[in-house]
């Protein structure tokens, strides 16, 4: 019982229950995670691509299990110039996207129980969820990139490449700007309100933590 207690730390003092200096913890952290949910049906990242043959350009957006867009279109281009086709990048993310992002947003919301530092751990998915999302598009874009099929038309006349998972490239012809997209910002903006609601959360129990320590 005392591990238990040590865990979950001190419960809302009589006479203080429903006030919102510790009200504004939970309600930041459920916010948090029914941001990210939200972000489930929103496009992560956008990628733009200009060439004198498309005057009108070229649009993808990418959600965490799906991509729509000029989808085709840059499929049968990749073709030429050797590319894999999109359906063969992030297989595993996109089966265990959803159910990864209710886990973190679970944890987040399993966090409104626990009033020590213990919180922390079950913050980090929500703070590192974001960034992790950069960095495997990041690596996938690099993948595709040192991925040409040598027999390709035009795989020769491109070489390899990496281009940013954001700002401005230049892909042969091709100039391309990839963009955070709205479910990218929510996630962002969910990872912020978490930071806001872990400083709120240490102002409000903090010092009940440390008289029962004491």
Do not use: C
């Not at 590192?128 to 991925?147: E, I, N, T």
């Amino acid at each position: 019982m005392e591990a238990t207690n040590r865990f979950f730390g001190p419960r809302v003092p009589k006479g203080a229950r429903g006030t919102r200096e510790f009200r504004l913890p939970t309600l930041m952290f459920l916010g948090a995670a029914a941001l990210l949910l939200i972000s489930i049906f929103l496009p992560y990242w956008r990628l733009l691509l200009e060439a004198p043959q498309f005057p009108g350009g070229l649009v993808i957006d990418i959600y965490v299990n799906d991509m729509t867009g000029d989808v085709e279109l840059l499929e049968g281009l990749n073709h030429y110039v050797g590319l894999p086709g999109f359906d063969e990048g992030a297989t595993l993310e996109r089966q265990i996207a959803v159910a990864g992002i209710i886990a973190v947003a679970g944890s987040l919301a399993a966090g409104i129980f626990i009033h020590t530092r213990w919180v922390v751990a079950f913050s980090i998915p929500m703070l590192a969820f974001p960034f992790v999302f950069l960095a495997d598009l990041q690596y996938w874009l690099w993948r595709y990139g040192h991925s040409l099929d040598p027999i390709a038309p035009f795989s020769d006349a491109v070489g390899e490449f990496t281009p940013p998972v954001l700002g401005p490239s230049t892909i042969a012809q091709f100039n391309t700007w990839a963009l955070p997209n709205w479910g990218l910002i929510a996630a962002f903006a969910a990872a912020v309100i978490t930071v806001l609601g872990l400083r709120a959360h240490r102002r409000a129990w903090e010092p009940l933590v440390q008289r029962d320590e004491s």
